[in-house]
């Protein structure tokens, strides 16, 4: 499996990006030559993998998963023996994707997809849920997520993993749903105002930030976000909702966090750009 220690919301952020130890394997959704590139973290040596426009990419072993429109994909890290593990109706795409011990965790199209699991050989294939699932959190023995979307009956869920015991938590009509530790982080999907904090049984909840925050990511007890109440800029926040700082000052969409590196997706030149977690050093790739 993947070393690496990666926010449980870099799928539902793009999923443009993974890593390993040495590489960054990555598809700019913002330029024209588009496609799979890995580069080492040093970025030197780019190398292009596949020829085009990819989402949820997932390094697992020595193999990368990733999805193109209506289909999902693994290949060596190297670009060989790449491989179609499973398609859906053409009609449709692969919307939000995860590797967990195994399996493949995956949605299909909005706004009434449905949530389903197969192995990594793509075989296996069979339905979890199918009331409109979003923002799917896959942990090691439940996924939680957000749904009901195709009958307005808005809610966050957790299921067991072979899609048994479906629970509502809660009513809340939820965008950019997180797990972290033992709660549930989230913004109001109506207008997205509020940082929310709610425990995994939804019997509390307080408010985190009062800014309109979207792309949310956690990882080492702090929530990486888009500021919109700030022209959409790149600030992080503790989860017990202190030590606010604002780390990038330009335009910016989906947030992907690692143990060692942030990556988000700057608008205003249109490429992906890196933040050490640490230095705060900043660095386009």
Same mark, same amino acid.
């Given at each position: ?13 793009? %999923? ?18 588009? %496609? ?33 429109? =209506?289909?999902i994909y693994k290949m060596k890290k190297d670009g060989s023996e790449r491989k179609?593990?499973? =398609? ?11 590797? $967990? ?20 050989? %793509? ?30 009956? $808005?809610?966050?869920?957790? +299921? ?23 709660c549930l982080y989230f913004t109001n999907s109506v207008d997205r105002l509020g ?13 985190? =930030? ?17 500021? +919109? ?11 017990? %909702? ?44």
């Amino acid at each position: 499996m993947s070393f690496n220690v990666k926010g449980l919301a870099n799928n539902k952020n793009g %999923g443009y990006l993974d890593q390993d130890e040495e590489w960054i394997y990555y598809c700019n959704p913002l330029e024209k030559n588009m %496609g799979i590139f890995k580069i080492k973290k040093d970025l030197s040596q780019r190398i292009k993998l596949f020829d085009n426009k990819v989402s949820n990419i997932n390094v697992y072993d020595n193999w990368v998963f990733f999805s193109e429109k =209506s289909t999902i994909y693994k290949m060596k890290k190297d670009g060989s023996e790449r491989k179609k593990l499973i =398609s859906i109706d053409s009609e449709k795409s692969i919307y939000e994707m995860h590797v $967990h011990n195994d399996w493949i965790y995956y949605t299909d199209d909005l706004p009434y997809g449905s949530l389903y699991k197969a192995t990594i050989e %793509g075989s296996g294939n069979v339905k979890l849920a199918r009331n409109s699932p979003l923002y799917i959190n896959v942990l090691d023995d439940c996924i939680y997520y957000a749904g009901e979307y195709s009958t307005g009956e $808005h809610g966050i869920y957790k +299921i067991d993993l072979d899609g048994d015991n479906t629970i509502k938590i809660s009513n809340e009509d939820v965008e950019s749903l997180n797990v972290y530790d033992d709660c549930l982080y989230f913004t109001n999907s109506v207008d997205r105002l509020g940082l929310y904090e709610m425990s995994k049984d939804g019997k509390t909840k307080k408010i985190i =930030s009062n800014e309109k925050v979207s792309y949310l990511n956690i990882i080492k007890n702090w929530i990486y976000y888009v500021n +919109i109440s700030d022209s959409n800029t790149l600030y992080k926040i503790r989860t017990d %909702g202190t030590g606010k700082e604002k780390i990038h000052g330009d335009l910016c969409s989906n947030v992907l966090v690692f143990n060692d590196y942030i990556y988000f997706e700057n608008i205003v030149h249109n490429k992906i750009c890196r933040i050490d977690i640490n230095s705060l050093n900043k660095i386009f790739l």
